[in-house]
């Protein structure tokens, strides 16, 4: 049976306390007890339905979460303050000292940089590798490695992990499979493929209106109840909580993120086939001429599309700039990173949001300078921003 997530998450039923459609939100840190022994059992975590203090859950976070789960088809999520409050204690909770990660090279440049500089202080060691050839993921397990970590499309090259090949890695050495699947909600559902936890910056498309931070682990509720255990939960202890009224305003964000996905891919689809058309480098998985253009459309949930985040390559830095400084003028998009939002946004990955990751590397992996990432927006008239924009390339000299 096809998995349907946006029905998922519709299917859900919240009411607020006086029958509000929304549910109610959970203003308090803390929560009574009516008597002292429930308050011991909460913190020996045997007492199911009872809040304790904010920074472990409350009912505003726990529907997000549950949203979030049924999203991912997951037992259950844990809702967190920003992408990196997700993405560190889930490494943090999986791996100790001596341990070893395998990870995509390609990855968001805080994660790269936590791998990088921060973790092997903690003496946890990372391989960096190209994740789209398997080989060479397997060739870099060693006896100590525990986790195998990937974003679904990776930031800034868009490239695609073979999930399920990867899944079937996980198994073998008996390792957990985490994949960062920011780009692609609802396209892709990688515990479908096997995954073993999702992580989402809800930043980006979940959220949508570029007006918080947040993130999400999804998992099993063991794996959950391990980050949230009062003793030794990296989520609980490090304290990347959400706050519940931030919980509530993306929960309403999220009831429209099957339509916003549909147009961010109908867009991002239609420039990234008329630049290419135009003899400009284009990379989005949704063109044929894309590495693993037959490996996303195995993977994806078909009526989301191929997403909204294409690059182009326009030939140096200098155009590169000169272009986004020109699409910001003529108010096509804003000159700004992150991604998700309802107006389209461009930067020079290798200036800004990969700047943590050394040239040479860049170079390697193909992070070229006149490379601009786009999230493509949510434009009601696709055709005339593509004018707009090529009038600009043609007046810079790109085209
Ligand atoms: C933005 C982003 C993150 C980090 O999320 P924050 O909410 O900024 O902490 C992690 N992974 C990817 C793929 C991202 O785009």
């Known amino acids: 049976m096809k998995f349907k997530p946006a029905n998922n998450i519709q299917d859900l039923q919240y009411f607020g306390e006086f029958g509000g459609v929304n549910p109610s939100i959970s203003d308090s840190s803390t929560y009574t007890f009516l008597s002292a022994k429930t308050m011991f059992d909460t913190f020996e975590g045997n007492a199911d339905g009872c809040y304790l203090y904010s920074r472990h859950s409350t009912p505003s976070n726990l529907y997000l979460g549950e949203a979030l789960a049924a999203m991912e088809g997951t037992e259950t999520a844990n809702v967190t303050a920003s992408g990196m409050g997700a993405i560190t204690p889930v490494l943090l909770q999986l791996c100790h000292a001596g341990d070893h990660i395998v990870s995509s090279r390609t990855i968001y440049g805080g994660t790269y940089a936590f791998l990088k500089n921060f973790t092997p202080k903690l003496a946890i060691q990372t391989t960096f590798v190209d994740i789209t050839r398997l080989d060479v993921v397997e060739a870099s397990i060693t006896e100590n490695t525990k986790v195998i970590y990937c974003e679904t499309v990776s930031n800034p090259l868009l490239e695609v992990a073979d999930i399920q090949g990867l899944a079937a890695l996980a198994k073998k050495y008996n390792l957990k499979l ?4 920011t780009f692609s909600p609802l396209s892709v559902s990688p515990i479908k493929l096997g995954a073993d936890v999702v992580i989402h910056s809800l930043t980006k498309f979940i959220n949508g209106s570029s007006d918080t931070v947040g993130g999400v682990v999804c998992g099993t509720q063991e794996f959950i ?5 009062v003793n030794d939960g990296a989520c609980m202890l490090l304290g990347s909580t959400m706050d519940s009224l931030r919980a509530a305003s993306v929960l309403k964000n999220l009831r429209t993120l099957h339509i916003r996905m549909k147009q961010h891919s109908t867009n ?3 420039l990234a086939k ?3 058309g135009d003899g400009i480098k284009t990379v989005y998985p949704g063109l044929a001429s894309h590495p693993s253009h037959e490996l996303f459309k195995k993977m994806m949930n078909e009526e989301y599309g191929f997403g909204g985040m294409l ?19 003529r108010n096509l998009g804003y000159l700004a990173v992150s991604l998700g939002f309802y107006k389209t946004l461009f930067s020079a990955p290798g200036t800004s949001t990969s700047s943590e990751i050394p040239e040479d590397e860049q170079e390697e992996m193909g992070l070229t300078d006149g490379l ?11 055709e005339r921003t593509y004018q707009e924009m090529k009038q600009c390339m043609i007046e810079i000299g790109i085209l």
């Open 311 to 329: 690059t182009l390559d326009v030939g140096s830095l200098e155009k590169a700039n000169e272009l986004m400084e020109l699409m910001q003028h």
């Open 178 to 181: 985490v994949v960062d699947n």
């Open 268 to 270: 991002g689809a239609y």
């Open 372 to 382: 601009i990432r786009f999230s493509i927006g949510l434009d009601n008239d696709i």
């Open 225 to 229: 109840d391990e980050l949230r255990n």
């Open 274 to 276: 008329k630049f290419e």
